[in-house]
């Protein structure tokens, strides 16, 4: 780790709590500018947002974060997708076990009320 590195995360909260003003601030002024158009409101937000993430990407937890969400995306890449067919055929498979376990379950309950029902009388 250069000196670099160590300078800047020894300043890591100091910026969170820079990236907390900023998000708390949105939400107020969200909130004072109520009358505003819904679009100009999304705008201002978006814009926030950005600064936001921007500036928290500068501390050590946020570019590890970053990092994460690039390799998740190689991952995500990476997977085969079952194709509508499987889907279907899955999803058919989980209905009826559904079913097949509901009922079992009922029959269970059905017949212990009665055998509860039978020695109490």
Do not use: C, H
């Not at 300078?7 to 601030?25: E, N, R, T």
């Not at 500036?55 to 995306?73: C, F, N, P, S, Y």
Request: aromatic content about 6%.
């Amino acid at each position: 780790m250069s000196n670099n590195e160590v300078s800047v995360g020894k300043l890591d909260p100091l910026i969170w709590l820079v990236v907390v003003a900023i998000v708390f601030g949105g939400v107020y002024a969200n909130m004072q500018f109520v009358a505003e158009s819904v679009l100009i409101r999304a705008v201002g937000g978006l814009v926030l947002a950005a600064v936001a993430i921007g500036i928290a990407l500068q501390t050590v937890k946020g570019r590890a974060a970053w990092d994460l969400a690039r390799e998740a995306r190689v991952e995500v890449r990476k997977v085969i997708w079952p194709t509508r067919q499987e889907t279907t055929q899955t999803t058919m498979i989980v209905v009826v076990v559904v079913i097949v376990v509901g009922l079992l379950l009922w029959a269970l309950d059905s017949g212990l009320s009665w055998g509860v029902r039978a020695v109490i009388g």
